[in-house]
């Protein structure tokens, strides 16, 4: 039922997996509706990326990376300039002598932004790809 305003309905959990969402919630200053709504969102979200191909979405890709590695920065670039039509910024952390944080900014189509993580992840010197993606 999609429309204005608002609707209601039921739900059963247990009862201790509702006290600790009930606490939870109470520390984060969330009241039920607002924190259901939230976990519905990131369900959404977390279903279209691993299970959809259609769509669009945007969010977050957060690199660590080798900077010794031989090419891998020009590499980086490339192909976010590949990418273009998806990546919409981009910010480089140096985090100490040898690991670097990259931050990519996306929004497009789900299958780009998987086509793009997949790419990043297949280079030499990269070791951690952290992808965190809403719908748009």
């Known amino acids: 039922m999609a429309g204005k ?3 209601r309905f039921g739900v059963s959990v ?3 997996l509702l006290t600790e969402f009930d606490e939870t919630i109470a520390r984060m200053g969330y009241d039920r509706s607002k924190a259901i709504q939230l976990a519905m969102r990131n369900f959404l979200s977390e279903y279209m990326w691993k299970y959809e191909e259609e769509g669009v979405a945007a969010g977050t890709m957060t690199i660590i990376y080798d900077h010794e590695v031989k090419g891998l ?5 490339d192909t976010q300039h590949l990418y273009r039509n998806i990546v919409s910024s981009a910010m480089h952390i140096h985090l100490d002598e040898q690991n670097c944080l990259l931050v990519i900014a996306v929004k497009g189509k789900v299958k780009a932004i998987q086509n793009l993580a997949k790419e990043l992840m297949s280079k030499r010197g990269i070791k ?5 993606t809403v719908i748009s």
């Open 14 to 16: 247990p009862p201790e």
């Open 128 to 132: 951690q790809l952290k992808l965190a």
């Open 73 to 77: 920065e020009e590499s980086l670039t």
């Open 5 to 7: 305003g608002v609707s």
